[in-house]
Every structure is written in C-alpha cells, then in structure tokens.
Nanobody, 126 residues
C-alpha cells in the first residue's frame, strides 16, 4: 500500500513560518514530479508549488519569494517551507506525487499515476 502522509500544519500568526512535510510510504522505486496544492473550503484546489524529479521548481505568483519547495529523494519526502505567512495563506494543504513506481508481489512494478495526501490545515491569524 502506497500513501502520502503530510504533517506540519497548524496555527501561526501573520508573518510567521511553518514547514510542511509529505512522506511517501511503501516499496517505492521512484517518484516523478511532486507538488503542493491548497484549498479553501468551497473553492477549487489550487497549485502552490511543484518540483520535478530533476529538482526544478515552480511557484504560483502569490507565494513567490515566501515559500520554498524541496525534496529528499532518499526519504521520498517533499517539503514546503512557508515564510512571511499571510492570512490569505490559510487553507488545507495537500501534497501530490506523480508516477510513483513501486515493487509488487504480482507484477515486477506497479505505477501509480497520481497520489494525494490527506491534507493538513494551515491557519494564519492576522
């Protein structure tokens, strides 16, 4: 069973920082691009930042210069360092992993095209 487990959310004052983590568990051979999304209740899930398998990063304009996405390939983990937080950053944050290749007892490998974490709530008080 492959899953993404997020941690690090919580309540922080405006101007503060939080670091989110998302670890992929299971017999993983490789992971493609990874990303963080966020969703405010009633709204669509929006892309925040992506990091490719080669380490290239992209950010939505609203978080450029404040958020940093990174990954630890050995730990199959992606991070989101969030600095200078604003009230409008309040949302549930979800991690996403593409093309997760795992070992299988039935087949030699199994590829999961897209996986999502369960979400972690970030609340920024003004």
């Amino acid at each position: 069973q492959v899953q993404l487990v997020e941690s690090g959310g919580g309540l922080v004052q405006a101007g503060g920082s939080l670091r989110l983590s998302c670890a992929a568990s299971g017999s993983i051979l490789s992971i493609g691009d990874m990303a963080w999304y966020r969703q405010v209740t009633g709204d669509q899930r929006d892309l925040v930042a992506t990091i490719t398998s080669g380490g290239n990063t992209k950010y939505t304009d609203a978080v450029k210069g404040r958020f940093t996405i990174s990954r630890d390939y050995a730990k199959n983990t992606v991070y989101l360092q969030m600095n200078s937080l604003k009230a409008e950053d309040t949302a549930v944050y979800y991690c996403n992993a593409m093309n997760v290749v795992t070992t299988s007892k039935i087949a030699s490998t199994v590829t999961y095209p897209k996986l999502w974490g369960q979400g972690t709530l970030v609340t920024v008080s003004s």
